[in-house]
């Protein structure tokens, strides 16, 4: 049921692109996205309602493709400060209202 | 506002000793969460209160953990007896309702010895 994130670890220099990806394997109601800095609690990103919609923050946009049971995260032209872990939350069909699931995380670091 | 708090913010105990953590929402948030991460097994719900009433306490891992919500700003994580293997940082959040954003509490970093 915990939702698979790829890929576990990337590293960037600044200025480039990154996609993180999010799957489940049940129907999504919802996805959430969070960044975790070392030693830091999860902090909100975004999240995701319905098939198809985008969001943004900062540089970083998110999808979520109900059908398919996925979303993506997308890094834009990264900076320094967004070098974290990166969890994706899902809240499922049938499950109770709270029970937002992480996947394991994917690791960025951006080097300058 | 000062975010959702916790206590103590680190905690080392003997193993067999009862451990309490404690939590105090942001006010207005009627859903709060406990979450226990491990680089073992990530970030895992324990708890969700709704209203200050449990709704799902599927992750409690077993009966020496325990929570209660006596009112809507404060919460207890209880663990009795502890082990090694709660080793963990334990963390609070809040969210307006149960579906939305959640606010994290800075966690509690537990060792048991």
């Known amino acids: 049921q915990q939702p698979v994130q790829s890929p576990q670890a990337v590293i960037l220099r600044e200025g480039e692109d990154a996609v993180i990806n999010c799957s489940s394997s049940?129907?999504?109601?919802?996805v959430h996205w969070y960044r975790q800095k070392h030693g830091e609690a999860p902090v909100f990103l975004m999240i995701?309602?319905?098939?198809?919609e985008q969001k943004g923050h900062e540089k970083i946009s998110a999808s979520f493709n109900e059908k398919k049971q996925q979303s993506s995260l997308y890094l834009t032209a990264s900076q320094l400060s967004y070098s974290g872990t990166y969890f994706c939350?899902?809240?499922?069909?049938?499950?109770?209202?709270?029970?937002?699931?992480f996947g394991k995380g994917t690791k960025l670091s951006v080097k300058p | 506002d000062a975010g959702v708090i916790q206590s103590p913010r680190h905690e080392v105990t003997e193993m067999g000793q009862e451990v309490t953590l404690r939590c105090k929402p942001i006010?207005?948030?009627?859903?709060l969460f406990w979450y226990r991460q491990t680089m073992m097994r990530g970030l895992e719900l324990l708890i969700y209160?709704?209203?200050?009433?449990?709704?799902?306490d599927s992750g409690m891992p077993e009966d020496r953990f325990s929570a209660k919500m006596p009112n809507a700003s404060f919460s207890t994580l209880k663990i009795q007896p502890s082990e090694p293997r709660d080793s963990a940082v334990y963390f609070c959040?809040?969210?307006?309702?149960?579906?939305?954003?959640?606010?994290f509490g800075p966690g509690t970093r537990l060792t048991v010895t």
């Open positions: 959040a809040s969210s307006e309702t149960g579906m939305g954003r959640q606010y």
């Open positions: 049940k129907a999504l109601y919802s």
């Open positions: 995701l309602l319905k098939g198809g």
């Open positions: 939350g899902s809240l499922v069909y049938g499950g109770s209202q709270g029970n937002l699931i």
């Open positions: 006010s207005g948030h009627n859903s």
């Open positions: 209160f709704n209203n200050n009433v449990p709704i799902d």
